[in-house]
Structure formats: structure tokens, C-alpha cells
């Protein structure tokens, strides 16, 4: 027979859902948008309003769309953790992906975003980098 816990679990602060903004399987280029981009800034209200979150992994493979999603994300009050993906792609051509939606979401940053740090999380084989915004300031 197990033992009772004793103690409640820390709740969790980080509540949230993945978000796709088109990745591309196949290895030929980017998937087509799924949506207009005032659709997916209704999503990312939906998210935090309907869905109660408070947070929203954003991840794709279209650059552009990886530095416009964040943003309506951080709108909605989201944190907001980017996933660029380039499933097809070597070590070279993963790390050049990577270093262009690093500097697409940086350029598309504004004063209502902070960029409060990188997260690196270990994919396999791999280590992805992600920068993460939220509209509080963190220390």
C-alpha cells in the first residue's frame, strides 16, 4: 500500500498550450498559414480568456509567422515560449533557422514586450533555444 502524500504539490505557474503556427513536415519549405493573422490574434485571446492560461508555446517553421505570433501572444497577456522548427534540416541549416527567428522575434519586439531570458530546452539530440517574453518584468 502507498503512502499518502503529506504535502500538497507546488501549484503550477506556467498553465498553458502549444500553438502551431504551420510547420512544415515534408522538408520542401514552410506550410501554408492556417489562419490570418487577426484570427490568430483571436486565438491567443481565447487562449488566456477562455482557456484560462497564462502561458503559450508558439512553434512553427515560417519565420515571419514565428516573429508576428509571440507578439499577439504578449498582447494577451501570455508568457510566451518560442519552438522554431526545421524538421528536415541538418545540423548547418538547423542552427542558421534558429538564428533567424531568434533575429525576426528580436526585431519584432516592442516596449509592451520584455525580453526576459532564454530557455534551453533539450530535444533529443539536439538543444533548442528559445527566447521568452512576457508582459511582466522578471528578475
Known amino acids: 500500500m502507498r503512502e499518502e502524500q503529506t504535502e500538497r504539490a507546488a501549484p ?3 498553465k498553458g498550450v502549444n500553438y502551431d503556427t504551420g510547420t512544415d513536415h515534408s522538408g ?3 506550410a501554408p498559414p492556417p489562419w490570418p493573422d487577426e484570427v490568430a490574434r ?3 485571446a481565447l487562449i488566456r480568456e477562455e482557456l484560462h492560461a497564462n502561458s503559450v508555446t508558439v512553434f512553427g517553421t515560417d519565420v515571419e509567422r514565428l516573429a508576428a505570433y509571440p507578439g499577439f ?3 494577451a497577456g501570455l508568457h510566451v515560449w518560442l ?10 541549416a538547423t542552427l542558421a533557422h534558429l538564428a533567424a ?3 525576426a522575434a528580436a526585431a519584432s519586439t516592442s516596449s509592451a ?3 526576459t531570458g532564454w ?3 533539450p530535444s533529443s539530440t539536439r538543444t533548442v533555444c528559445a527566447p521568452l517574453w512576457t508582459t511582466e518584468s522578471r528578475s
Open 42 to 44: 483571436g486565438h491567443m
Open 12 to 14: 503550477l505557474v506556467w
Open 28 to 30: 520542401r519549405g514552410s
Open 83 to 92: 519552438q522554431p522548427r526545421l524538421i528536415e534540416g541538418d545540423a548547418d
Open 113 to 115: 514586450r520584455t525580453t
Open 101 to 103: 527567428a531568434a533575429e
Open 119 to 121: 530557455r534551453t530546452t
Open 73 to 75: 501572444a504578449a498582447e
